[in-house]
Each structure stands twice: as structure tokens, then as C-alpha cells.
């Protein structure tokens, strides 16, 4: 019963441990894998608490002493993470429903209502998803959201985050999911995927209405990657710098919500993590062909801060408060340059949170994600 209890208790215990030292090379990374299952580790170690308990009571154990007295920590410890947490996102307006944390019952994927080609690179398709509110028809007028993935510009595809694309049009978005060409050691597409995603918005200001959208009234978001082409594709538009690849007129953006987005990818590629800072790396130099210092005009052009216009769209930014693959110091920069030269922005930054911190369904991530984007969609004229 002993060893049992121990075996429940030690790795939720270590978990929790992890997160309050997130800032600790190699320990902290443990953040990234425990926040999501936090409320069933919890679980997991007041039932090895129980069993603890229940020996010590028989035998009086001191080892089953110490493993209540570990149980007991490890369930506080774990509380002040969840209390801190959502403390943060409620200040800046979510509502956290701490029973949803657990995940049963929450969606992890949706099929989108249709698909079309919006362009093509070296003989592929460029497609996107497009998920409608209900009931929606041609003379429906929707707000739209169009949503980028992340991956690094090297991996993901628009399938991704497509339970929170139906989220948002089951709220009355016409919520569509974009894919574009990735690189790779061999194909560096630095100069080619912002193009790509101003192809997208051209096609979509020609197409949106036979959806039941108003090309009008259109927002942005990603995350990581995808936040970067975000933010750039938002304020080059209104600079009148974004080009689309496939020609038309590319539509004014209203506002922009993106999960710690790479505005700096010069700080992404100099990342010291020990352990996820060869990643990310790998994954701008991939995008780039090098380093800031081989190509820093290749940096300059993907990094948001050159973009900074006055006409810039209102930005938000969800900031992992411990993220070991973005540092967050280049959204922080950006804030402060894009504030200076008048544009809104806004930042809230969730405590202890790694990256992809929103990727559990029903966690405190999604819920504040699709809550605070909502929010700041609907305050800057985007509401259905």
C-alpha cells in the first residue's frame, strides 16, 4: 500500500515541483508537460494521499507520514498554480470554469463545413477550412476570423485548433483556418509566406460573401509561428507594405489575437534553453536559411517590430509566463514600440505557462484563448 501510494504521489509531487522552478534549465521544463493533466494529478495525488494516510493509521509508518505530508504539499502547490493562473486571465476578462480543466467531454478536433484552394506553390495546393455559424447562408454577415498555425513555419497545418475555429463560429464567427507552404533545411521560405498569407486575405475579400462573411470586418490570429505571420500580415496591411503572392485587393484588418506569438524570431533562433533552444534553432533557421547574423535582413522582414505602423490594428497578446521555446522578451519590446507609435495593444501573461499551454482541451489556456479573443474582437467592432 506504501509503495503504491508513493508511486502515486512522487510524480505529481515532481511535477508541481517543475512548475515553480520553471526558470530552472532542464527542471522548469516540466511545466510544459504537467499544466494541462494538473487538475487529475492533483486528483491522482490526494488518492496516494488517502492511501498514505490509511497505512499510517495501521502501522504508523514514517515513511507513509512523510509521503501525506508530500501529498498534502503537492495539492497546495497546485492549487496556488491553478489560483494563480486564473486569477491572471480573470483579471483581464475571462471566466474560468475549473470543472472544464479536467477535459471530459471537451472536443479536440472539428470537421470544418468547407474547404476551397485559395493558391498553389510548386505544384500544391494552398487550402483552407472554413467553419460557419449555424445557419448561415449567402445573406448572412458574418464577422470573420481567419486563424494561422503555428509550428515553427516548418510543421502544423489548418486542422490545427480546429475545435476552438468551431468555437468561435458557434459564437457567430465565420472562423477559417489557413495553410501555407512550410520550409525546410532545403526550402527557406522567408521571403514566400507572408506573401502566401496575403493571398489568402485577397482571395478571401473576393469569396468570403458565398460563405456568409463580411470581408469588412475581419480579424487575425495564430499562435507562435502563426502569431508572428499574424501580427506581420495586421500591420503591413495597414502600412500598405503586405503583398499577396496571387494579386488582388487585400482587406484592412480590425484586430489581432495571437498565443505567444514569434514576434522576435532573431531572440527565438538565439534562445539559450538548454533543452528546446537547438529546436528552436532548427526551426528558424529553417524559415530563414541561417542565422540572425548571416541574414539580418532576412530577420528584419519577418520581425514584427519592422512593421510597426501608426494605423496598426489593436493587438492582443496571450504570453506564456514560462515559455521555454519563445522568449517573451521580444513580444514585450514589441509592446512597448507598437504602444509608442499609438497602436492598442494589450498583453496578459499566464504564470508558470509553457508554450502551447492552451493545446488540452478544456484547459485554462483554451478557455482563456477563445474568451479573451472574443472579448477583444467583439470591443474593436467585430461582434457577430
Known amino acids: 500500500m506504501v509503495f503504491v501510494a508513493a508511486v502515486l504521489i512522487v510524480l505529481p509531487a515532481l511535477g508541481v515541483v517543475g512548475t515553480f522552478l520553471h526558470g530552472v534549465p532542464y527542471v522548469g521544463l516540466a511545466t510544459a508537460y504537467v499544466l494541462g493533466y494538473l487538475p487529475w494529478l492533483l486528483v491522482v495525488a490526494g488518492l496516494g494521499g488517502a492511501l498514505a494516510l490509511f497505512s499510517w493509521t495501521r502501522r504508523r509508518g514514517r515513511i507513509a507520514a512523510a509521503l501525506v505530508v508530500v501529498s498534502l504539499l503537492t495539492i497546495v502547490g497546485g492549487s496556488v498554480v491553478t489560483a494563480r493562473m486564473t486569477a491572471a486571465v480573470e483579471h483581464a ?21 468547407a474547404e476551397a484552394t485559395y493558391s498553389s506553390f510548386d505544384g500544391e ?36 485548433n480546429s475545435d476552438d475555429l468551431r468555437w468561435f463560429a458557434d459564437k457567430g464567427w465565420l472562423a477559417i483556418s489557413v495553410d501555407y507552404a512550410l520550409s ?19 482571395w478571401l475579400a473576393d469569396n468570403v460573401e458565398r460563405y456568409g462573411g463580411d470581408a469588412s470586418r475581419l480579424s487575425l490570429s495564430g499562435d507562435s509561428a502563426g502569431g508572428n505571420l499574424a501580427i506581420n500580415a495586421g500591420f503591413m496591411a ?137 472579448q477583444w474582437f467583439r470591443s474593436h467592432g467585430q461582434a457577430p
Open 93 to 113: 476578462g475571462a471566466d474560468i470554469d475549473l470543472a472544464k480543466t479536467f477535459g471530459v467531454g471537451q472536443p479536440k478536433s472539428a470537421r470544418p463545413d
Open 238 to 374: 495597414a502600412g500598405g507594405t503586405l503583398t499577396s503572392s496571387c494579386g488582388g485587393r487585400i482587406p484592412t484588418v480590425a484586430a489581432v489575437s495571437a498565443l505567444y506569438p514569434a514576434v522576435d524570431p532573431a531572440g527565438v533562433y538565439d534562445n539559450p534553453d538548454p533543452v528546446l533552444g537547438g529546436h528552436a534553432r532548427d526551426m528558424v533557421g529553417a524559415y530563414t536559411g541561417g542565422s540572425p547574423r548571416d541574414y539580418p535582413e532576412r530577420y528584419e522582414v519577418i520581425g514584427a517590430r519592422a512593421h510597426i505602423d501608426a494605423d496598426g490594428p489593436p493587438t492582443l497578446m496571450i504570453l506564456a509566463g514560462g515559455d521555454h521555446l519563445v522568449p517573451n522578451d521580444g513580444a514585450y519590446e514589441f509592446a512597448d514600440l507598437a504602444r509608442a507609435a499609438g497602436v492598442e495593444v494589450e498583453l496578459v501573461t499566464v504564470p508558470y505557462a509553457d508554450h502551447a499551454f492552451d493545446a488540452r482541451p478544456g484547459s485554462i489556456g483554451e478557455q482563456a484563448y477563445r474568451q479573451l479573443t472574443a
Open 125 to 160: 495546393p494552398l487550402q483552407l477550412s472554413i467553419y460557419a455559424p449555424a445557419g448561415s447562408s449567402l445573406d448572412s454577415r458574418a464577422p470573420v476570423l481567419v486563424f494561422i498555425h503555428g509550428g515553427g513555419w516548418i510543421g502544423g497545418d489548418r486542422s490545427a
Open 184 to 202: 525546410s533545411d532545403n526550402r527557406h521560405l522567408w521571403d514566400v509566406t507572408q506573401g502566401q498569407i496575403g493571398c489568402a486575405l485577397a
